[in-house]
């Protein structure tokens, strides 16, 4: 049977960069690494059927998108493999309702929302001048599982009838109805900020929720406007999700408090932003490689030790 280090599953075709990149470095690290895309799938199938390949740790970042993909990668799992993400943890940390609960247990701030069933579960919903009055206007209308990109989600949204229509969209997923948060201005710069939780470490980034730019956040603007909270709430969620690699906003307000606004999101865009004016700084896609790396040297040397 051959054995490598790293599987990594991926469709989209601007992963291309990342996975490039992440194979470049860990072979630095003699971590090996197989790629598997629709190229050579079926492939990767029959050598796992009949027991020629195998990987100790995998990368899936194709699963919520093809359902093949996530049947192999359950296969995998049965045969002892290592997943960063198990989709199960991942399933339950993009529900936005969940972790809006779980997200307050845990002492976080989020927004003021109000959580309404699927419509195919509930055609008629109520919601009194009172709730309407504490969200405020305009407000932000979000499905609860329909992830990635902002699809779906509404941010100016002003009457009930916007929610009735947007409700019948995604008829069998939950919504959220959300205060709109409005960061604070430190230096001309909106208080908004993605950080990444990257195997270990918490990393954020400013990031403009009107433009969607992002921007080096250094050591200075986190002194200066007493940023470093970004760390501990990062790491908290983290220990919520018991998630590897995934990234949330956080906003800084005017009466200087930390809200979590888009809770959990598991498949990072990694494009660059030496190729993609809107694409993460390349330094931190880096960073999170090389914490990949470190992650896997970690835990081959635990395996080791047993």
């Not at 970004?230 to 998630?243: C, P």
Request: net charge neutral; with cysteine; hydrophobic share 40%.
């Amino acid at each position: 049977m051959e054995t490598f280090d790293l599987g990594l599953a991926y469709v989209w075709e601007f992963d291309d960069d990342f996975i490039k990149l992440i194979e470049t470095i860990l072979a630095r690290n003699n971590i090996s690494t197989y790629r598997i895309s629709y190229h050579n799938f079926k492939e990767v199938r029959n050598k796992l059927n009949s027991k020629k390949l195998h990987f100790n740790f995998y990368l899936d970042r194709a699963w919520d998108v093809e359902d093949d993909f996530g049947a192999m990668g359950n296969l995998l799992r049965k045969r002892g493999t290592q997943f960063f993400n198990e989709y199960d943890k991942v399933t339950h940390a993009i529900d936005k309702a969940n972790m809006h609960l779980e997200f307050i247990t845990a002492g976080l701030n989020v927004p003021y929302s109000i959580i309404i069933p699927p419509y195919n579960h509930f055609e008629e919903i109520f919601l009194s001048i009172n709730d309407l009055r504490k969200l405020g206007r305009p407000f932000i209308i979000k499905p609860c599982n329909t992830t990635g990109g902002g699809v779906g989600v509404v941010t100016g949204a002003e009457t009930l009838r916007e929610v009735i229509e947007e409700r019948a969209t995604n008829s069998n997923d939950k919504y959220l109805l959300q205060e709109k948060i409005f960061p604070k201005m430190l230096n001309g710069n909106r208080g908004w900020f993605r950080t990444f939780w990257a195997f270990g470490e918490a990393i954020p980034v400013w990031w403009d929720d009107q433009t969607h730019l992002y921007e080096l956040l250094t050591a200075k603007p986190i002194d200066e406007f007493g940023l470093k909270k970004l760390f501990s709430l990062t790491k908290t969620i983290a220990r919520v999700t018991s998630l590897d690699f995934f990234s949330t906003e956080i906003v800084f307000t005017e009466k200087n408090n930390f809200v979590v606004i888009d809770y959990v999101n598991d498949q990072c865009d990694m494009r660059f932003q030496s190729l993609h004016k809107d694409g993460v700084p390349d330094s931190i896609v880096t960073r999170i490689i090389n914490n990949l790396a470190k992650n896997i040297i970690r835990l081959k040397k635990q395996k080791r030790s047993f």
